[in-house]
């Protein structure tokens, strides 16, 4: 039920793009076509679900304050190195995103093209990010932290796809000139945000 | 009639010299009379069956809510005032209460429907007839004007004309602007106290309509009157303070003929039960709205209470978990929601299997709403809207799998 929770909250109550607005340069980018967004959707959760309980293990174990004392003795007690934390994310970030990368390449080249730039750029996708810093604030253990990553990707996922959908419908309206393109995506992330508001606040 | 006809022909304007008067001309004219001109293509288009005429028949089905709606402002009014009123100065209170709100969304509505269609050069489209008639329906009937101008203008230009106008929105127009009052201004559209007019407008004021009865504009209301609706009450004390409210007089306040009729506090258009069922039969009938999502939604809403009713005994704090899941279609507004915003055709997924899917999602997420979210203790609109951005997500899949299943007879 605990885990349940967290997956529902991430995913729809504190959705990274529509409530939070995280991640919006791919999320805008790469919104044209449905197949694109799935595939791009698909590589976000699975780099969150990866990077989220690995920065768990990395600061738990290394950069807590006292957390290299079992390691080098008690002399390090009071070390902390979480001023190192931002750095050592986006690493392990980067290298994650390589990997998913190297697969996507190897298995489905038509969507490694039309991802294009936007691939490698999920390492600077502030959702990864935040999805990494939001865990730490909120205390989550190793389980949770994996959980909390599927679920926020979920949410990314969701919304990505359910954008794409509507940008290919909107090809055929008759958006006026000025507004084609990005600017219908700004309105439209907008709108879609007003409709998640309605789950705000649901208690568990 | 003859001279009106004669008169529009005198006055018609050139389209090619002013091409804005000519379109104010237009829709005039063409709300008048049937227009001229017949189809130009497709030969097997004989109906006369258009826009116009399609819009005209969902503003009917909305009017025996309407006029119920209008009857019931004036009961409440009277009876937060202890006043006993005979029904017609209710319903002649009510009806001037409404008429501003109309007034208000008709001239913001049509007035940027009217520059858009100007500016682009194309005859004024009908969609906007039904969302002006919706709009002041889902309103609290004391709701301050200019909200509604303000919400009003916001919907017809973020949700309607950004996205090219009449059947091309992706949400629907009218909820778009409950909601954007919903977030905007919450105090007004949710809690106790804003489900019964109290005040004489301008018009009551104007046609100095409290010497009728002998009330002054100042009157107090009197002591034991509760404006509480039922989903108010259900928060904190589940079912049975719904049964156990009673009026001044001491009767029942929220028996079942009177939730049924929509003699209590709410929105103006979505009380009264009777009428918005006899709206959606004419709908089904002239198959404007589509059966699917209304019986799908029905079906959710079962579904989703059946789950709660079973979990209650885990929840003794939340007063709308143990409710009978069949108590929940007729409180609120999940009736109104059902008859006429969820079967927008423009809004709703358009495949038929799609539509089984979005309208019982919309009856899941709704009743999530309104038992597990403290916040807002009704959710029929929220979800509806939360749903209007996955309708093309779920018609795409449908139209996808189609594409799938047909290719392999290829």
């Given at each position: 039920m605990e885990f349940v929770n967290i997956f529902v909250k991430s995913a729809f109550l504190e959705n990274m793009v529509l409530i939070y607005f995280l991640g919006m340069c791919s999320f805008l980018a790469v919104s044209k076509s449905v197949k694109t967004a799935v595939g791009l959707g698909a590589a976000v959760i699975f780099v969150l679900a990866i990077t989220a309980?690995?920065?768990?293990?990395?600061?738990?174990?290394?950069?807590?304050?006292?957390?290299?004392?079992?390691?080098?003795?008690?002399?390090?007690?009071?070390?902390?190195?979480?001023?190192?934390?931002?750095?050592?994310?986006?690493?392990?970030?980067?290298?994650?995103?390589?990997?998913?990368?190297?697969?996507?390449?190897?298995?489905?080249?038509?969507?490694?093209?039309?991802?294009?730039?936007?691939?490698?750029?999920?390492?600077?996708?502030?959702?990864?990010?935040?999805?990494?810093?939001?865990?730490?604030?909120?205390?989550?253990?190793?389980?949770?932290?994996?959980?909390?990553?599927?679920?926020?990707?979920?949410?990314?996922?969701?919304?990505?796809?359910?954008?794409?959908?509507?940008?290919?419908?909107?090809?055929?309206?008759?958006?006026?000139?000025?507004?084609?393109?990005?600017?219908?995506?700004?309105?439209?992330?907008?709108?879609?945000?007003?409709?998640?508001?309605?789950?705000?606040?649901?208690?568990? | 009639m003859k001279f009106l006809r004669n008169f529009m022909d005198k006055i018609q304007p050139d389209k090619a010299k002013s091409p804005f008067s000519y379109t104010l001309w237009d829709g005039i004219d063409t709300f008048l009379y049937a227009p001229g001109h017949v189809t130009h293509q497709g030969t097997h288009l004989k109906d006369s069956m258009d826009l116009k005429r399609t819009m005209i028949h969902v503003v009917l089905a909305m009017q025996f809510a309407f006029l119920l709606g209008a009857y019931n402002i004036g009961l409440q009014h009277y009876q937060a005032l202890g006043v006993d009123a005979n029904i017609a100065a209710e319903f002649v209170y009510g009806l001037l209460q409404l008429l501003p709100l109309i007034i208000v969304v008709h001239v913001?509505?049509?007035?940027?429907?009217?520059?858009?269609?100007?500016?682009?050069?194309?005859?004024?489209?009908?969609?906007?007839?039904?969302?002006?008639?919706?709009?002041?329906?889902?309103?609290?009937?004391?709701?301050?004007?200019?909200?509604?101008?303000?919400?009003?203008?916001?919907?017809?230009?973020?949700?309607?004309?950004?996205?090219?106008?009449?059947?091309?929105?992706?949400?629907?127009?009218a909820l778009v602007a409950r909601v954007f009052i919903f977030f905007a201004y919450p105090s007004s559209i949710s809690g106790d106290t804003c489900w019964v007019a109290y005040d004489y407008n301008i018009l009551h004021q104007a046609l100095n309509f409290g010497d009728w009865l002998h009330?002054?504009?100042?009157?107090?209301?009197?002591?034991?009157?509760?404006?509480?609706?039922?989903?108010?009450?259900?928060?904190?004390?589940?079912?049975?303070?719904?049964q156990a409210a009673t009026l001044p007089s001491g009767e029942q306040q929220y028996s079942i003929s009177n939730m049924m009729w929509g003699f209590m506090p709410g929105s103006i258009g979505e009380m009264s039960k009777i009428g918005i069922i006899i709206g959606a039969i004419m709908l089904i009938k002239l198959k404007i709205a589509d059966w699917r999502i209304m019986f799908s939604m029905v079906i959710g809403v079962a579904f989703m209470g059946v789950i709660f009713n079973i979990a209650a005994p885990a929840f003794p704090d939340n007063g709308f978990i143990a409710i009978p899941f069949y108590m929940h279609y007729i409180m609120g507004s999940f009736l109104f929601a059902m008859a006429f915003m969820a079967t927008d055709p423009v809004t709703a997924a358009s495949t038929n299997r799609g539509k089984f899917i979005y309208g019982f999602m919309i009856g899941v997420i709704g009743l999530i709403i309104r038992v597990a979210n403290p916040a807002y203790p009704e959710g029929w609109m929220l979800a509806i809207i939360f749903m209007n951005i996955f309708a093309s997500l779920i018609d795409y899949n449908i139209i996808q799998s189609n594409i799938k299943r047909r290719l392999s007879n290829v």
């Open positions: 309980p690995i920065n768990w293990c990395v600061r738990e174990f290394l950069l807590k304050e006292g957390a290299l004392a079992p390691i080098l003795g008690d002399a390090y007690a009071e070390v902390s190195l979480e001023f190192l934390g931002l750095i050592i994310y986006i690493a392990v970030i980067a290298t994650m995103v390589q990997l998913v990368e190297m697969i996507i390449e190897k298995y489905s080249p038509a969507l490694y093209m039309s991802l294009g730039i936007f691939l490698p750029l999920i390492t600077v996708n502030c959702s990864i990010l935040g999805g990494t810093l939001f865990m730490i604030t909120k205390e989550y253990g190793f389980s949770e932290s994996i959980v909390y990553g599927m679920g926020s990707g979920f949410g990314f996922f969701l919304a990505i796809v359910g954008i794409a959908a509507i940008r290919e419908k909107l090809k055929y309206s008759d958006v006026p000139a000025p507004l084609r393109g990005l600017g219908m995506a700004f309105i439209l992330t907008g709108l879609m945000g007003l409709g998640f508001m309605g789950l705000m606040g649901i208690k568990l | 913001v509505g049509l007035g940027i429907e009217f520059l858009f269609a100007a500016k682009k050069g194309h005859a004024i489209e009908e969609g906007f007839l039904v969302s002006a008639f919706l709009i002041p329906l889902i309103m609290p009937p004391g709701v301050p004007l200019y909200m509604v101008a303000i919400a009003t203008a916001f919907s017809v230009l973020i949700a309607k004309e950004a996205f090219g106008g009449t059947g091309m929105n992706i949400f629907n127009v009330i002054s504009a100042g009157t107090a209301m009197i002591d034991g009157f509760s404006g509480a609706t039922p989903l108010g009450l259900a928060v904190s004390g589940g079912w049975e303070a719904i």
